[in-house]
């Protein structure tokens, strides 16, 4: 029995943690802090010299009425990091990435010298460029230094060159004052929206709906398009990835059930062998071969099955004492009840029907001798 409290206690706690795993990655993913979902909805011109803003207080409004959605909150969203424009170099449109920063950023120059807050203070028009990017379009450090490259109609001059190698905190092109570069759209204009739903709206559905909506009455509708990612796929996706790993990881805790099971077997075998005067004492009292069966069978189903439960209750405790150690919380469910019991009583039916059939298949007249 001992084994089959080791093998069902491993399985309940790495079930439990692997839960609790799943539990926290995907309210961390999906909710805010008040387990309120959100999710955003970008815009994309059509055309990349088309400068304006994909939402405008127009916009907001109509998606701040769909309360019958769970909309709760709707608000523009401006990405910072690493994100897409068109940049004019040479009078040529450059697809490039940049980050607008608010203070002097963390990069080691090669040329040049870095930008600051005083330049978002001031809206100056300045920017870094990576080194990568500065040999690409301006044959040479010493060329991109001073030169001037056209975002969003602004005109900015290159004030230093930046190495983005895999230690810098920048992987992008440019990087270029945050306060400059947002400084032609309003605080109710940008090309993302941040939408807050209610807990428990089904986000997938009604995000879609809205960006249906907007397809239909968005300000921009016919010089863009609104697109948003499904973070309902992306994160039934990461669960089912998370619950494949818990349960691989619970598949090998349960090989030591079949190494148990093994164990209750020879121990049935060990106790027909034992018993023999009792099984021919109830077959002279009138008791049927399927009667001794079933005797020897129960006590094995009851054997494994006890020691299911007792494993069950050590690996639930387990779970939650290692939880304490970590970021989250252990789940428990009651599945993880109905998988212990069923499996230790599956193992004992098992590894026990061949002692109960040796013990059945006992002749009185052999035992008598």
């Known amino acids: 029995m001992l084994g089959i409290i080791i093998g069902i ?12 795993v799943k539990k926290a990655t995907l309210k961390n993913l999906q909710a805010t802090k008040t387990g309120k979902q959100t999710v955003t909805i970008d815009y994309y011109a059509n055309d990349s010299n088309d ?49 607008a920063v608010k203070d002097r950023p963390g990069v080691r120059l090669i040329a040049g010298k870095n930008i600051s807050s005083y330049d978002n203070s001031v809206q100056n ?6 080194k ?26 290159v004030v230093g060159i930046y190495a983005n190698n895999s230690e810098s905190p920048y992987d992008t092109n440019l990087i270029l004052p945050q306060a400059t570069y947002f400084q032609r759209q309003a605080n109710d204009q940008g090309n ?16 879609a709906r809205l960006v249906t909506l907007l397809k239909e ?82 006590e094995a189903v009851l054997l494994t099955t006890f020691g299911g439960l007792i494993g069950f209750g050590l690996g639930a405790g387990s779970a939650w ?21 069923s499996v230790s009583t599956i193992v004992g039916i098992i590894f026990g029907i061949l002692p109960a059939k040796q013990a059945a298949n006992k002749n009185l007249i052999d035992i008598l001798k």
């Not at 206690?9 to 609790?20: A, F, H």
């Not at 990568?132 to 001059?157: M, R, V």
């Open 9 to 20: 206690t491993s399985v309940i706690t790495i079930i439990s943690l692997g839960n609790g």
């Open 51 to 99: 400068y304006q803003a994909g939402f405008d207080q127009a916009d907001l409004t109509l998606l701040k009425s769909k309360n019958d959605l769970g909309v709760s909150n709707v608000k523009i969203q401006r990405v910072t990091k690493e994100f897409q424009i068109t940049a004019v170099i040479f009078d040529t449109n450059k697809n490039l990435t940049a980050t």
């Open 125 to 130: 028009q300045r920017l870094l460029i990576s």
């Open 132 to 157: 990568q990017t500065a040999l690409k379009n301006f044959k040479s450090i010493k060329g991109a230094l001073g030169a001037s490259i056209l975002i969003n109609g602004l005109s900015y001059t």
């Open 192 to 207: 993302s929206v941040q939408i807050t739903f209610s807990k428990g709206s089904k986000i997938s559905k009604n995000t």
């Open 217 to 298: 009455k968005g300000s921009h509708r016919i010089k863009g398009e609104y697109s948003f990612t499904d973070m309902g796929e992306l994160l039934s996706g990461i669960g089912k990835v998370i619950s494949a790993l818990t349960y691989f990881v619970s598949a090998i805790a349960g090989i030591s059930l079949f190494i148990a099971g093994i164990g209750v077997m020879n121990m049935m075998y060990i106790s027909v062998s034992e018993r023999t005067q009792e099984i021919g004492i109830r077959l002279a009292v009138g008791a049927s071969p399927r009667d001794i069966m079933n005797q020897f069978l129960l």
């Open 321 to 341: 004492l290692f939880s304490l150690l970590l970021p989250f919380k252990a789940v428990t469910t009651f599945g993880s009840f109905v998988l212990a019991f």
